[in-house]
């Protein structure tokens, strides 16, 4: 079984709506985080939490808000979610500990239409 | 501002070519992680250095502290390293993320 697992794999919605993507690992690992993938701008980092008691904001949060409901998951919700949203998602994992390596879900694909 | 810069953007080779893509990082960056994208999406470290070289395998990857730079190489390149090749820096202070570049599409035929 994957290490990191992400749901839902695909996802198409439309602008307006809640969503909710979900990361589960069982690495073992502290510090989780979320990013986006777009075309031509490579990966940007949305939300990371080093604990469960520590979220914090990436570059692009606007849009975006998270939940660490355990060591093992980590949740990124679009509250009303828009066509600009529309990209790969990530989560990823690391160990606590200085520039440890990441490790990567499959991503989710969401389209909004 | 931190910043990781690839070249080239794409790339393209015959099966068994000796492969070299290159990543240049600002100052703030203290280590680098290369990581291949495969066709389907999934994401996968390679490497993460901050000093010298490491190879696994095939991959070679070299790290410049002075200069600021690093490269992965690829030996006796095959059609299964067709993917996009990643770089990523950790920025230094406290709270460390990676800055990511925006990759490197190597296509080997056959």
């Known amino acids: 079984d994957a290490d990191v697992t992400q749901t839902p794999r695909n996802r198409i919605t439309k602008t307006g709506k809640r969503i909710m993507l979900e990361c589960s690992q069982t690495k073992g690992h502290d510090r989780m985080y979320w990013y986006r993938q777009d075309p031509g701008l490579g990966l940007r980092l949305i939300y990371y939490?080093?604990?469960?008691?520590?979220?914090n904001k990436g570059e692009i949060s606007d849009g975006y808000s998270v939940s660490r409901q355990a060591q093992a998951k980590f949740s990124l919700s679009l509250e009303s979610a828009i066509p600009n949203q529309t990209a790969l998602y990530f989560c990823?994992?690391?160990?606590?500990?200085?520039?440890?390596?990441?490790?990567f879900g499959p991503g989710t694909r969401l389209l909004v239409l | 501002k931190n910043e990781v810069e690839q070249s080239p953007q794409n790339l393209t080779a015959q099966e068994g070519e000796f492969i070299t893509i290159n990543c240049s990082y600002s100052v703030g960056i203290s280590a680098l992680h290369w990581l291949q994208q495969h066709p389907g999406g999934g994401i996968v470290s390679l490497f993460m250095?901050?000093?010298g070289k490491k190879k696994h395998g095939r991959l070679i990857a070299t790290i410049n502290i002075q200069e600021k730079h690093s490269s992965l190489h690829i030996t006796a390149s095959h059609p299964r390293d067709s993917a996009v090749y990643i770089c990523a820096g950790y920025t230094q202070g406290g709270s460390e993320k990676l800055v990511f570049g925006k990759g490197t599409k190597l296509t080997v035929n056959p």
């Open positions: 250095l901050s000093s």
């Open positions: 990823a994992t690391s160990d606590l500990g200085h520039q440890e390596t990441q490790y």
């Open positions: 939490s080093f604990d469960v008691k520590d979220i």
